[in-house]
């Protein structure tokens, strides 16, 4: 039987029941469908980049997404509307649309996983997120038995969220479509850090090309590229960034990082939390270890097991908690496994 850990990037999870890869749209939806109909758990897996998956491993199907493929028109004036299946990989996609010339994915560079997984938690970097390219999503809705086409608006895009996250058992992303501007020049820069790495200002445009590399030199050096030869693997930010009221932002320490949100709430740095309430890089507890180069990431450098990584996330949990009375929240799904 597979090992989950042989299947996603944390390295951890038990056997699965029975795997399944799917590489046409028939396929995943039969799959699916079949799943259904037999009252069989189904775990749809992309890249397994965001999951952690508890030890025990998955009493059900798992279906791999693999559907390769894309059509696309790219027009002078309007620019290019890409269709695009999603088992495609995600920065090899990124890679591509800069190639012909098309931009807004530069800064979204070097993130793991497939297409079909990006709009589930409105994937986003360096202060852009995919929903603000995508047209339209197609999904089959196991509820309706049907294929779904959604508008972005549909999608109900927020901060590491979407419709599609909030439903987790429900849709099936069958492929996704990008509106993407034609040009040589990125969206404006709206991180200080890469605006330095850069030697620019921030809100500067800089060629598309030139951005993407440097992204992928900052997330090399903070271990925030993904290769399964490094044993350093992690599920990339562990925790989302707290978003709380005005009155919560307010009783923190004056040099707590706040980013005012449009409705008022403000959005804080899970990172600053951690390491302010004691969380340091590199602390470790069994085989689980706070990453050396980002204390977000918490890693498996070979020999861990989910427990290990839940425990650990468990104490910078308590820890923030006990600070800061603020609540952290996974942003990698947990499936078979509590925190
Ligand atoms: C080193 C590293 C760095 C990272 N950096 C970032 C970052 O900068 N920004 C960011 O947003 N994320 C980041 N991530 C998280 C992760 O890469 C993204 O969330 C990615 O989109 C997950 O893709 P995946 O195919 O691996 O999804 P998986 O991990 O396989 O699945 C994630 C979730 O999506 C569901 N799912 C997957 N495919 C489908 C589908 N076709 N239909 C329905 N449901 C599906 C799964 O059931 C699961 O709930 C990082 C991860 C790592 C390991």
């Known amino acids: 039987m597979t090992q989950l850990s042989e299947l996603t990037t944390l390295h951890v999870g038990g056997a699965a029941q029975r795997i399944i890869y ?27 980049s965001n999951v ?31 269709q695009v299946a999603a088992g495609v990989n995600w920065d090899e996609f ?25 709009p589930i938690q409105n994937i986003g970097a360096y202060g852009h997120e995919v929903g603000e390219v995508i047209a339209r999503v197609r999904a089959y809705d196991r509820l309706k038995k049907e294929v779904h086409t ?12 979407s419709l599609f996250k909030n439903e987790p058992e429900r849709y099936v992303i069958v492929d996704v479509t990008f509106q993407l501007r034609r040009g040589e020049l990125s969206l404006p820069v709206l991180y200080k850090e890469l605006a330095d790495a850069l030697g620019v200002e921030v809100g500067a445009r800089v060629p598309t090309q030139e951005l993407r590399e440097k992204v992928l030199e900052i997330r090399r050096n903070k271990g925030m590229l993904y290769s399964s030869a490094d044993q350093n693997w992690s599920a990339g930010s ?21 980013f005012a949100q449009p409705d008022g709430r403000v959005k804080l740095s899970a990172a600053w939390l951690m390491q302010n ?10 085989g689980a270890k706070i990453s050396d180069k980002h204390v977000l990431a918490l890693t498996n450098s070979g020999h861990a097991t989910a427990q290990d990584l839940i425990e650990l996330a468990r ?25």
């Open 150 to 161: 959604f508008t972005a608006s549909e999608c109900g895009f927020e901060y590491r969220s």
């Open 22 to 48: 799917a590489t046409t749209e028939a396929e995943l939806i039969g799959a699916v469908r079949e799943c259904d109909e037999t009252g069989t758990p189904l775990l749809v897996l992309g890249g397994g």
């Open 52 to 82: 952690l998956v508890g030890d025990q491993g998955f009493a059900g199907t798992v279906v791999v997404v693999q559907t390769q493929g894309n059509s696309y028109e790219i027009d002078a004036c309007s620019g290019g509307m890409l």
């Open 277 to 286: 309430a004691g969380i340091t890089k590199g602390m470790s507890h069994g």
């Open 94 to 118: 990124v890679a591509f649309t800069l190639e012909k010339n098309l931009a807004n994915l530069e800064s979204l560079s070097g993130i793991p996983g497939t297409i079909g997984a990006a």
């Open 238 to 258: 562990f925790f989302t960034n707290p978003i709380v009221s005005e009155q919560i932002a307010a009783s923190l320490p004056s040099d707590a990082p706040r």
């Open 315 to 339: 104490i910078a949990q308590e820890k923030v908690k006990a600070h800061f009375g603020i609540e952290l929240t996974p942003e990698v799904r947990l499936i078979n496994a509590t925190l």
